[in-house]
């Protein structure tokens, strides 16, 4: 059974640091796209940042510069380090675990999201 466990969110004044943890079980952690995605009130849900199995990393201009994504094989566990957060940022965030496979095409796993809020 896949199971993906998100930790690290919480309440943050603007201009402060979070460290989101994502603990993933049940998969080849290190075959798979690690990312992060963000649900904002009465918005859809955004890629924040990804990371490939390779390393490679991707991130929108909306926050580029600010977060960084990681991850950790040997531990199967993925981070995403926020700084300089704004109130834009709140959101659930979730941790996602894909692959593609030729005859399934991609697959999707999905935490239960942990919640990020920044105000003052």
């Known amino acids: 059974q896949v199971q993906l466990v998100e930790s690290g969110g919480g309440l943050v004044q603007p201009g402060g640091s979070l460290r989101l943890s994502c603990a993933a079980s049940?998969?080849?952690?290190?075959?798979?796209?690690m990312g992060w995605y963000r649900q904002g009130p009465g918005k859809q849900r955004e890629l924040v940042a990804a990371i490939t199995s390779g390393g490679s990393t991707n991130y929108p201009d909306s926050v580029k510069g600010r977060f960084t994504i990681s991850r950790d094989n040997a531990k199967n566990m993925a981070f995403l380090q926020m700084n300089s957060l704004k109130p834009e940022d709140t959101a659930v965030y979730y941790c996602?675990?894909?692959?593609?496979?030729?005859?399934?095409?991609?697959?999707?796993?999905w935490g239960q999201g942990t919640q990020v809020t920044v105000a003052s």
């Open positions: 996602n675990a894909n692959i593609w496979a030729s005859m399934r095409g991609r697959t999707d796993y």
């Open positions: 049940g998969i080849t952690f290190s075959m798979y796209t």
